[in-house]
Structure formats: C-alpha cells, structure tokens
C-alpha cells in the first residue's frame, strides 16, 4: 500500500526532478544481479533537497502514526534507510538505532546499532524496495532481539510480485509514500516518457529478469 494518491505522485515528481531516479527503456541500466533495466534510483540524493527531504520526513511521519501508531523506537536500513530514519525519529522524538547489512566483524559485533531492548515495538524505514531481502533480513535482525517489529515504511517500491510475496512469508506490513504506478503516471504527465516507453516500462517490471535480453 502507499499513502495516498496525491502524496505518491508528488513524490514521483520530486524524485524525477532531482534526478533520484532516472527513466531509461531505450538505454536501459545493468544491475549488479544481471538484470537489464530501465530504470535506476538513488533516493539518497533527496538529503541534498532540503524542501523535498522536509517533505518526506513529514510525509513518513504521518504515514506511520496513521497506519501502525506511534512505536517506541524508528530503525533505520543501512544504508539508504539511516538518515532518513534518523530525521523521522528526530521529528517524532524516539530513540533510532540502525541495521547493519552485515555483522560488524569486530568488537561486540552488532548488527544492529544503538539501544534496543526486547518488547519495544519499533518501525523500520527503508529508502527502496526492490525484491525486499536486504529489507526482510533487517526485519530478523530486530525480532532476533525480542523487538514488535509493527511494520516498515519505505519511500518508493517498485511493486515486484517477488517483493509482495516475501513481505507475505515474513508477515510484515509494508507502506510506501510512492510506488512504480505513481512514477509512470507523474513521468507521463510530465511529458518525461511516451507511450511506448510506458509499455517497454511495465514490460519491465512483469518480467524483470527477462527483459529485454535479446
């Protein structure tokens, strides 16, 4: 789910105009997974914005108040997840702590960093997701601990079916402030794709892991 109609198209808006993600179906990306594709994001250019990073702290602010209530603790996704998360419990006024993509391999070896005890409910925010592992496995990290994990928030989902399906198995709520929809739509009505690209686009995301391989 995403927050509402207007929020996720004003996000796609801003996320195409700072160049946070960027649209490519005739010269498409290579990710690090082999994939072709056609599009690209980088939600972390939104820290250099300070209007647009306003707005997406107050955005996630109302979003999780409305959908999971206020937790006792906002957990941050390295790497994306931690400064925006950082500036939500600042607003919010609660503890963060982040997860770690790894243990750390020295001292206590923590892979989630800060204090956390066991039985507080926390909110994990996440910049993207995509088939939602790196996600999901912050998610362990923190139940690990003895945490209520009610729930993630993230800034923008591409809607993978894989993604839908892991969050299903790891029964964890997810609510994003924009999603593949909203981009294609606001990318369109900014007149930044055609038709055509919005067919090689949704193609795209049906059959991410064959596009385009001929």
Not at 21 to 40: C, D, M, R, V
Not at 81 to 95: C, K, T, Y
């Amino acid at each position: 789910m995403f927050k509402n109609k207007e929020c996720g198209l004003k996000v796609a808006e801003f996320l195409l105009q700072i160049k946070a993600i960027k649209l490519q179906p005739k010269t498409p990306f290579t990710w690090a997974s082999g994939w072709n594709s056609p599009i690209y994001c980088d939600n972390r250019k939104i820290l250099s914005y300070p209007k647009i990073r306003t707005y997406i702290r107050q955005q996630f602010v109302e979003m999780i108040v409305d959908t999971y209530g206020k937790p006792d603790v906002i957990a941050g996704v390295a790497t994306g997840g931690i400064a925006i998360g950082a500036l939500v419990a600042e607003e919010m006024g609660i503890p963060f702590v982040y997860v770690r993509s790894s243990t750390k391999g020295h001292g206590l070896q923590n892979k989630v960093e800060g204090v956390l005890d066991s039985n507080q409910n926390v909110v994990i925010v996440e910049d993207l997701i995509s088939s939602g592992k790196s996600s999901l496995d912050a998610l362990e990290a923190i139940r690990e601990i003895g945490s209520n994990v009610k729930g993630m928030v993230a800034i923008f989902t591409y809607g993978f079916e894989i993604a839908e399906n892991n969050f299903k198995k790891a029964n964890c709520k997810l609510a994003t402030l924009s999603d593949y929809s909203c981009l294609l739509k606001q990318a369109s009505n900014s007149n930044y794709i055609n038709e055509n690209d919005i067919a090689s686009l949704n193609e795209w995301r049906t059959n991410p892991s064959t596009w385009n391989q001929n």
